[in-house]
């Protein structure tokens, strides 16, 4: 096997939009694509433009901001109109794609789509070329490839290069298949298929069965030179192969693999973070490369064993993810200058004015807990976001609560727009509840509560408390998020904030 570079293509803004909860405004697409430029992915899917007026728009966006530094790809059914409307919102990017895909397993022609195999092969080719017309740069995807009779996939393959495809991509939709399979499926399509050298073969594997990431690594050592994935393994159901997983597992171990990928690994967790603040998704506690215990050692003979030498319990540096774990950061007196440049190590990039507020609620927690941690900073920086959807502030509040009382919420409110002021009370089960109650009176938005999380921060009894919700309103998803010393303040940022996401959507 050669030294080669794996194409990263990142699907987050795609296969990860696409489940449940996890839908993003185009603002937050915007900055997940920006993200993800600044991370080194190769190639940015930016959504399925056919599918909705605002999937058409951010790929467009995407595609006039950072389509001269990366290739900026749009997601295509074999069907003129998703041909055409995908070029569409790709026609300013100086490197765009066009991927096209059409299912070939037997399941899939016959009960979806209703055709033979004659019948796929003509649709297919007939569509690689009209979308090589328009943009030269084609994947085709023969959707549910892992369980396509093998003879029909090398098939259709052979005949999507000679159209003019020049990636072709082999979808474990289902998540069906295991490593050995998996690379099975590749090494015979590099035995079978004749004009195999003319394409790159990549891989797009789900999570069903918790083997994405190893039938992807799998397919690399078959031969595979493209990995889809996505940030934080989002996507459909289980969701698909971790970006962040796939990329270290390649760069700790290229002694086994022999190539390498172009990611800027220390802007893995950054990342991590944003996606998983911008979605609701969090991060489990323990998941590989960018979950909080990723780098934890606790047993004391590991401890031990880290002290006399990093090596003897650590394959990865923190360092070398981006990892922000409870390192003690600047006291109130550092200033300004000094937390700059540690917002910046920590992989932020913050506008002066964002820079600026998040300075001063540094001040205020130091002022408040004995100890601020890199973690504090990285929450504070976090729950910095959705203004830009933001129509009611929350300006004071007072819950009371307690054995024997009734648990009640008081509280004041501002229509950021008109500067209307609002005052409001409710009661309700506990103090939380009784607050996202009088927070839905005013807002004028009854919802219900699908999820609600809580998490310390750090270590400590004075810790910061974050909070996320996950609410539904009608058919719709929205989440928010919340951190504070104090979880009931928290709990009432993070509702406020998904409250106002819903009424932005309605607007
Ligand atoms: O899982 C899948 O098959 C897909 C295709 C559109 C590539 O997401
Ligand atoms: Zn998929």
Redesign the pocket.
Known sequence: MSGDTITIFD?TL??GE?SPGCSMTTDEKMEVAKALVELGVDVIEAGFPIASPGDFESVQKIARQFGSQTTICG?ARCRVEDIERAAEALKDAENARL?V?L?TSAIHREHKLKMSKDDIVERAVEMVKRAVDYIPDVEF?P???ARTELDFLCEVTEKAIDAGATTV?I????GYSTPSHYFNIITYLKNNVPNIDKAVIST?C?NDLGLAVANSLAAVEAGARQI?CTINGL??RAG?ASLEEVVMAIRTRRDHYKVDTRINTPKLFSTSRLVSRITGMTVQRNKAIVGRNAFAHEAGIHQHGMLQERSTYEIMRPEDVGYVGTNLVLGKHSGRHAFRDRVKELGFELEEKQLQKVFDEFIALADKKKDVYDSDIVALIDSHTAEASEQFRLDRFHTLAGTDVLPTATLEMRNVSTDEVFRDAATGDGPIDAIFKALERVVGIEAVLEDYQVRSVSTGKDAQGEVMVRITVGENVYHGNGVNTDIVAASAQAYLKALNRALADKS
């Open positions: 699907t795609r296969d696409q997601l991927h895909f299912a995807s959707e549910d490839a991509n979808p474990d939709t289902v797009h789900h889809e996507g459909e698909n």
